[in-house]
């Protein structure tokens, strides 16, 4: 690292005035930053979107969760471009995959919510540490700018949200009216497998925005390091004293000349022998660590020995021997209740005496924890284990669940229905259209229970039983459910009587989808 070919000025600055210098760094290669970032994302997220078209929630997660793994190439661009070598854009794609092979793995587990993640980044990647040194590292780098660097992240936060709700906003200006017209409640509720195609539009806007923020968010996390190195090591004295030494390399031949005449030889008279006093002067004058002041009451010796015995002592050296856990005292203030919850805890006799009674102690809350954790996503996802992980016992759950008689008021129980459901449909639509869309939803959901074998019960609802349907993999089926309930709500709700194509389509659907069960009626 050349401090020399550095393309900023190196001085210590404030952490804000280092942020700012962050984003003067983006700006200036904003063009190679914005778009290796698209290049190296928009494959990913398109990915994550096809593999997970019918959960776009899943795709957006995946595809955030791996933000730290995407930010590993700004950051070698601008470590290359802050020392005037800018890669292009190819060796930039080419240096990717050598970037994420160093502890990929704790980026996207355990330090995945580290909010001064690109504080921390640097001291990975530029200076390859790992494990204690990390750690070391990062405990000095963090006794300054860390809240800085944890603000950044905050308001980057912030900022990504803001940005994406605009975005959308934009898109929701420009789409037509013809098809807002269209829309309704269990559109925005996202009840409607239509909109997949639209949620991954907005997903697409998010992915757009951090091609905008992750660089500047990079970039400003990296000036922070810089900022902290140059105050530690002492970059700007560094320069200083190299732009010395090339000023005097200058007038360096002008001071040998000099030199030379001023070793011409001397006068014979001063190549007399020196008398006894000009030996001693000689002698004293003769290098710092040599005996001077030979003939005064305090000699040289003693006055080292006297500024040594100083210098050991207090203020110029405090020495302190902790044999115990402590936090880090604060600059400006006392510490927090927690902190002292903590620090007296520690103190305690049964940590001195017993410190594996409290790792024990520790462990069981841990297992507790995560004992808990699971009982409560098991019991959180059971319907979904119960129908998916095992086919068998799914099936066997199906037979030994009772079947509810009503659903939200509906009776669907098959002795309520009428032997032939199509035709009771078509007789009742002309004048109680009502009851007839009621009796053909109340005989789909009798058929979706005792003979699809659906794990309906009594508390679900309409959105619900769809979501089921969705699981089935039966495309066929879920559309005429979606359709049926669509219609079934907006009169319900609405009031909204359909039209007679309507009925039409839904009986000619009906015999489609259940062709073969209609002889059953």
Known sequence: MQLNDASMAIRPRTAWEALDLGVLLA??????????????????????????????????????????????????????????????????????????????????????FSVTRSFDLPVLQLEQLSGSARQQRLAVLG???????????????????????????????????????DWNWQDLLGMSGDWLWFEHLS?????????????????????????????????????????????????????????????????????????????????EASGPQSDRLLKQPLTSREASERISELLDQPPFRNRE??????????????PGWFARLLERLLRSELVAQRPDRLASVIEVFLWAALFGLTGWLLWRYRDWIKLYVNPRQTLRFRQRQPAPSAL?????????????????????????????????????????????????KSSHTEGEILELLRHEAQPQLLDYAEALTRHWLGLAYGNQLPPDATRDELCQRWLTVFGSEASHD
């Open 27 to 112: 700006r200036r290669h904003a063009a190679l930053l914005m778009l290796s970032w698209a290049l190296v994302t928009l494959p990913i997220f398109t990915l994550f979107s096809l593999l997970f078209w019918q959960y776009p929630t899943l795709a957006l997660l995946l595809f955030w969760w791996l933000k730290p793994l995407y930010e590993r190439l700004p950051l070698f661009i601008l470590s290359k471009a802050l020392f005037g070598d800018t890669p292009t854009l190819r060796q930039s794609i080419r240096a990717l995959p050598q970037l994420l092979r160093s502890q990929w793995l704790a980026s996207v587990t355990w330090r995945r």
């Open 143 to 181: 006794q300054r700018d860390s809240r800085a660097a944890s603000w950044l992240t905050l308001v980057g936060m912030h900022l990504e949200m803001g940005l994406w709700l605009g975005a959308l906003a934009l898109m929701y200006m420009l789409i037509p009216q013809q098809m807002l017209a």
């Open 203 to 283: 997903n697409l806007m998010y992915a757009l925005v951090l091609a905008v923020w992750e660089p500047i968010y990079v970039a400003s996390g990296f000036s922070l390091y810089l900022n902290r190195r140059t105050t530690l090591e002492a970059w700007d004295v560094e320069l200083t004293f190299r732009r010395l030494q090339a000023r005097v390399k200058t007038v360096l031949s002008v001071l040998l000349v000099g030199m030379g005449l001023w070793l011409l030889p001397v006068p014979n008279a001063a190549l007399a022998a020196p008398d006894a006093d000009e030996t001693v002067q000689t002698k």
């Open 321 to 334: 021997t902790v044999t115990r856990w402590r936090f880090t005292e604060e600059a400006d203030g006392e």
């Open 408 to 456: 939200f008021g509906l009776d669907v129980q098959p002795e309520s229905l009428p032997p032939d459901v199509i035709a009771e449909v078509q007789r009742l639509w002309h004048d109680h259209p009502r009851e007839a869309l009621g009796l053909l939803y109340r005989a789909f959901l009798s058929r979706l229970l005792h003979e699809r074998q659906l794990p309906l």
